[in-house]
């Protein structure tokens, strides 16, 4: 206010002093206009010297000046130091993250809104091939152009990372994650997974070679324990008998659990490659059923729902020991006197489902989320004691992984259980007008 104060009095001085002069040569008017004149001289005088250090490089100290201006001057001056300071700290947080991007050993790609390449690191460079400047602008699709990451990217469906191998070295296989953020902006992360995906190969290598090798000592060794059991019962004391059929028990437990870890392995080993080969379900299932029956010994009661004639593309076999795993559980574990149900439907959404179900014990919510872990089990004892490996519901697992397909369990303590097969219905082939004219 000070500062206004004065200036309206220099006004006024200016004004007063060009009046009277003026007055005194009897032109009190033009000393008035002289008086303001000269206050607008002044005024654009500091105008100039505001406008040559606005024009002035960065950092320049201020016009000196006294007044309004010189107070102009320095809160301008002042203003203009805090946002240097404040550019600095931007551009020093900035440049921190460019380092540590560009030090990170994963690639790091930023799509646009039009899913065209923006900013990449060095290690988007080393992996996927990306130039600077030539490639940016370029729809990623251009640039990434395996079938799979052109489907993959533009289902939009990215809760699962994608697994291809290098467009730069077909030796090396690398993980794609891709988080949508921003305005439809995309941020694409890139790991290279060799090293993991070798470990893994070794650790799968590892359980077939031993399960292999395994086998031949217990066709051996259940070679010489069948003729012995047999005769153990009228040639050997008792408790030597019990032993030998205890021997044979164990014996016949291993083999399959050798059995279960080699079609793990040989699932697992086959993962990229799924099989579409029409499968006629409704006798699958019959056979299935049947199996069950044999198994049970009259302990369950079965019913089989047959609802569609629909076929689904995918391997035989897998799917014959996938529904087998879950009828041998449902009678190991459901308990005598229950009932048994086996079904297979189309959903509303298209998807072909299969079913088995139980009115058993049931287990433990709990539980549900690991039931499909190797070696997990429910009740350890009852597990062993009813010849479970431990690993039925890991080959479930793989089987379905292997059609696309998707597990639901649903359980709780005495309420029973139902495991619930379902494939897309792109795996779905439903008969054609002709074939049931056949029919
Ligand atoms: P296991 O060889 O032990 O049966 P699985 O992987 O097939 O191994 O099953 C894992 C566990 O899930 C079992 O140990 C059992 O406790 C539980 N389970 C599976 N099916 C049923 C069922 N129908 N009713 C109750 N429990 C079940």
Same mark, same amino acid.
């Given at each position: ?5 004065r200036?309206?009095l220099?006004l006024a001085l200016c004004g007063?002093?060009g009046? *009277?002069l003026g007055?005194?040569?009897g032109?009190?008017?033009f ?10 001289l ?7 010297r505001l ?6 490089p960065?950092g320049?100290?201020?016009?000196s000046?006294t007044?309004?201006w010189?107070?102009? !001057? =320095? ?5 203009q130091?805090r946002?240097r ?6 551009q020093?947080?900035?440049d921190?993250?460019? #380092?540590?991007s ?8 930023i799509?646009?809104?039009?899913a065209?390449?923006d900013?990449? &690191?060095?290690a988007?460079?080393?992996m996927l091939?990306f130039? /600077? ?6 729809h990623?699709t251009?640039?990434?152009?395996h $079938? #799979?990451f052109v ?7 990215y809760?699962d %990372? +994608? @697994?291809l $191998?290098? %467009?730069v =070295?077909?030796?090396?296989? *690398?993980? !794609?994650q891709?988080t949508p !953020?921003?305005d439809?902006?995309r941020?694409m992360?890139?790991?290279d997974?060799t090293r993991?995906?070798?470990?893994e /190969?070794?650790?799968?290598d ?7 090798e395994?086998r031949? %000592?217990?066709?051996v !060794?259940?070679?010489y324990l069948?003729p012995?059991a /047999?005769?153990?019962e ?9 032993g030998?059929?205890?021997m044979e028990q /164990?014996a016949d437990r291993?083999?399959? *659990? ?10 697992e080993? @086959? ?5 579409r ?19 049970s010994?009259?302990?369950?009661t079965?019913e089989?729902k047959i609802?569609?004639?629909a076929?689904l593309l995918?391997?035989r ?7 087998? &795993?879950?009828?041998s &559980?449902?009678v190991?574990?459901?308990? &005598? ?8 439907? +189309? ?7 299969l079913?088995?179900?139980d009115?058993?014990e049931?287990i433990?919510r709990?539980h549900l989320?690991?039931?499909? @872990?190797?070696?997990y089990?429910?009740?350890?004892? #009852?597990?062993?004691?009813t010849?479970?490996?431990g690993l039925?519901?890991a080959?479930?697992?793989?089987v379905l992984?292997?059609?696309?397909g998707r597990l639901?369990?649903?359980s709780?303590?005495?309420r ?7 494939? $897309? ?5 439903l ?5 049931a004219?056949?029919?």
């Amino acid at each position: 206010m000070r500062h206004w104060t004065r200036e309206f009095l220099l006004l006024a001085l200016c004004g007063a002093l060009g009046t *009277l002069l003026g007055g005194h040569y009897g032109h009190a008017g033009f000393g008035l206009a002289a008086g303001l004149g000269l206050y607008l001289l002044l005024t654009f005088r500091q105008l100039r010297r505001l406008y040559r250090w606005a024009k002035a490089p960065d950092g320049t100290n201020p016009p000196s000046a006294t007044g309004l201006w010189g107070e102009l !001057f =320095d809160r301008l001056y002042r203003y203009q130091k805090r946002e240097r300071q404040q550019q600095a700290h931007l551009q020093g947080v900035i440049d921190r993250v460019e #380092r540590s991007s560009e030090a990170m050993y994963d690639a790091m790609v930023i799509l646009d809104a039009h899913a065209a390449l923006d900013s990449w &690191n060095a290690a988007a460079t080393r992996m996927l091939g990306f130039e /600077q400047p030539q490639d940016r602008g370029q729809h990623v699709t251009n640039l990434l152009r395996h $079938p #799979r990451f052109v489907h993959y990217f533009l289902a939009q469906h990215y809760d699962d %990372p +994608l @697994e291809l $191998p290098s %467009p730069v =070295d077909e030796s090396r296989t *690398l993980q !794609f994650q891709i988080t949508p !953020f921003g305005d439809h902006e995309r941020l694409m992360v890139v790991r290279d997974i060799t090293r993991l995906q070798r470990l893994e /190969q070794m650790r799968r290598d590892f359980v077939a070679n031993v399960s292999h090798e395994l086998r031949t %000592p217990l066709t051996v !060794f259940t070679g010489y324990l069948e003729p012995l059991a /047999q005769a153990a019962e009228t040639a050997l004391p008792p408790r030597l008998a019990r032993g030998v059929a205890q021997m044979e028990q /164990q014996a016949d437990r291993m083999r399959h *659990l050798i059995d279960d870890l080699l079609m793990l392995s040989r699932l697992e080993n @086959e993962q990229s490659f799924s099989p579409r080969i029409a499968v006629d379900v409704a006798a699958l299932i019959q056979q299935v059923h049947s199996d069950g029956v044999a198994l049970s010994k009259g302990r369950q009661t079965f019913e089989l729902k047959i609802e569609t004639s629909a076929e689904l593309l995918g391997a035989r076999e897998e799917l014959r020991s996938a529904l087998t &795993n879950l009828v041998s &559980n449902a009678v190991r574990y459901a308990g &005598n006197g229950r009932r048994i149900e086996l079904r297979w439907y +189309l959903a509303d959404s298209g998807e072909g489902c299969l079913s088995v179900s139980d009115d058993g014990e049931g287990i433990e919510r709990r539980h549900l989320s690991r039931l499909t @872990e190797r070696f997990y089990r429910v009740d350890k004892s #009852r597990s062993s004691a009813t010849g479970g490996t431990g690993l039925g519901l890991a080959i479930v697992k793989h089987v379905l992984l292997r059609h696309q397909g998707r597990l639901e369990i649903e359980s709780s303590l005495g309420r029973g259980a139902r495991f619930t097969l379902c494939f $897309p219905a792109e795996r779905v082939s439903l008969p054609t007008p002709s074939d049931a004219c056949a029919d």
